[in-house]
């Protein structure tokens, strides 16, 4: 009769530490999260000095374009078909996030790409002839 008494006090004690760890760990989860939510992100110190001056001013000497980085950044954003990765699920590949495009400097482009579903990033090189011409470097998936 003791031996059926000790059973369920030994099953409750091992049930109260698991919830307990199990609460304790949603808790922590929780507060990380939120702590990484209002952190301010900084971009990175690379991007911030991108691209350097003297390469907007050489596209501007080669071009006549006020504004080279914002013209090649919206003109491979026209253009998908450079993207060497065929789309998913029925995704449309494409270059959505125009802020994280980067103009390296006067010969070399960063672009994220994705359709919804997957996506990377290619490294790309243009040349400005008559239009600008696209060619794809290397590219990356996530």
Known sequence: MDEIKKKPKINITYLLVI????LAGFFIGQY???KRITQKIDPTPITKY??????????ML?????????????????KPEVIPVDPVLGGTMGFYD??????????WVLAPF?????????LLE???????????????LE
Do not use: Q
């Open 114 to 122: 994705e359709d919804g579903h997957i996506g990377g990033y290619l």
């Open 98 to 107: 125009h802020d994280n495009i980067y103009l390296l400097n006067d010969k």
């Open 126 to 140: 243009f040349h400005i002839e008559e239009e600008i011409e696209w060619h794809v470097l290397s590219y990356y």
């Open 32 to 34: 990380h999260a939120e």
């Open 62 to 78: 080669k071009t006549g374009w006020e504004d080279p980085e914002a013209k090649l950044i919206e003109d491979l954003a026209s």
């Open 19 to 22: 919830v307990i760890f199990t």
């Open 50 to 59: 991108l691209p350097a001056d003297r390469h907007i001013e050489n596209l």
